[in-house]
T-cell receptor, first 111, second 114 residues
Framework: GIQVEQSPPDLILQEGANSTLRCNFS?????LQWFHQNPWGQLINLFY???GTKQNGRLSATTVATERYSLLYISSSQTTDSGVYFC?????????????FGKGTHLIIQP | EPEVTQTPSHQVTQMGQEVILRCVPI?????FYWYRQILGQKVEFLVS????????KSEIFDDQFSVERPDGSNFTLKIRSTKLEDSAMYFC????????????FGQGTRLTVV
């Protein structure tokens, strides 16, 4: 199966700052998703983005499939953005049905 | 907007007891999954289910685990004899297609084995 590496593992920012989270994957994917895990443990779908760029409010994501990475941008951070951000992918060449998750980026937004 | 619903949100059980975690997937989804997240770790795939049978299972999904979709709406994960190391958050997910379509996750069931 594929390997998914996320960076940085931890990030502490002041409210209002911008951030970029990165996800590298070891092989080509036909599914790449970003999730936010809130303090209650819920996984919130942010983006389904196997390629290209999408935006949703203050969040945007870009996946460059040929170079095997994806970026999540958070602008004008708010304290409610705190939590763990996971990317997860599925290998396009077959193999596991399920998504392979990275270890996550733990984001803390301080007031 | 339709969502995946899991019950209970939190369950505490004695070691050795059986537990059943329940999920109601989005109605037009065809593929169903269970994932596990041990506290502080990443989310791990357990099993996928399609057309009323297991499609794939990970090495974590041993004989203690079973899944079924008894009535066409609910999707359950049963752990026959819980162990301390089964304590984790369990997520149900569903998708319309196989691995190349977006998966939608439930809010999770936090299982604590004491």
């Amino acid at each position: 199966g594929i390997q998914v590496e996320q960076s940085p593992p931890d990030l502490i920012l002041q409210e209002g700052a911008n951030s970029t989270l990165r996800c590298n994957f070891s092989d080509s994917v036909n599914n790449l998703q970003w999730f936010h895990q809130n303090p209650w443990g819920q996984l919130i779908n942010l983006f389904y983005i196997p390629s290209g760029t999408k935006q949703n409010g203050r969040l945007s994501a870009t996946t460059v499939a040929t170079e095997r990475y994806s970026l999540l941008y958070i602008s004008s951070s708010q304290t409610t953005d705190s939590g763990v951000y996971f990317c997860a992918g599925a290998y396009s060449g077959g193999g596991a049905d399920g998504l392979t998750f990275g270890k996550g980026t733990h984001l803390i937004i301080q007031p | 907007e339709p969502e995946v619903t899991q019950t209970p949100s939190h369950q505490v059980t004695q070691m050795g007891q059986e537990v059943i975690l329940r999920c109601v997937p989005i109605s037009n989804h065809l593929y169903f999954y269970w994932y596990r997240q041990i506290l502080g770790q990443k989310v791990e795939f357990l099993v996928s289910f399609y057309n009323n049978e297991i499609s794939e299972k990970s090495e974590i999904f041993d004989d203690q685990f079973s899944v079924e979709r008894p009535d066409g709406s609910n999707f359950t994960l049963k752990i026959r004899s819980t162990k301390l190391e089964d304590s984790a958050m369990y997520f149900c997910a569903g998708s319309m297609g196989r691995r190349d379509t977006e998966a939608f996750f439930g809010q999770g069931t936090r299982l604590t084995v004491v």
